[in-house]
């Protein structure tokens, strides 16, 4: 009996102990109220410039990743180095006296060599891009972009034996001119 006592007065003492702590330490807030008016919020403005996209870097990034997967220190099987695959011979023809070693280190040569060979051809194709600039050849428009990449491959002249009778040209690997003339069409250059 007397164990029950001590175990009754133990319960008792926490139950008191507990409501106390509870309105102690834990004081009620006052209810919340929620206004229904509407609230004016200040306003943000944010100026957003539109993004600037280098379509001639999209450009040469394409074909460098059409000719090599854009690795400057690849060879292919018939000599053509790069990222653009150029042939010794093209290089020459464009001032460019230097060994095979040294083009596939230099990027920035490889990148400078390639400009030149575009405004090169741009210069001797001239005419045509003027000239079918925007015209369409079975259901395919033709650009600027398109003609100088198909060059870039083929050559300026197999590009003017296309335009002039109509006859494809393909590389070693089987790529028609035309593939080109389509794949890189709609690019905007800023070739001089």
Known sequence: MNLIKKSIGIILACIVT??????????????????????????????????????????LDAIGMRESSNRYDVVNKWGYMGKYQFGRKTLRNLGYKISKKE???????????????????????????????????????ITE??????????????VRRYFKKGKDFSDGNGTKLTKYLTQFSGYELNIK
């Open 18 to 59: 507990t409501g106390f702590a509870n309105n102690f330490f834990f004081k009620q807030e006052e209810p919340i109220t929620v206004s229904t008016q509407p609230v004016e919020l200040p306003v943000i403005r944010i100026k957003v410039e539109p993004l600037k996209i280098d379509q001639q870097e999209m450009f």
């Open 103 to 141: 083009f596939l280190n230099n990027p920035h040569l490889q990148e400078q060599a390639m400009l030149d060979l575009l405004s090169h051809n741009k210069k001797i194709l001239k005419n045509y891009i003027i000239y079918w600039d925007g015209k369409t050849i079975n259901g395919e428009t």
């Open 145 to 158: 972009s398109g003609i100088l990449a198909a060059a870039h491959l083929a050559g300026p002249g197999n």
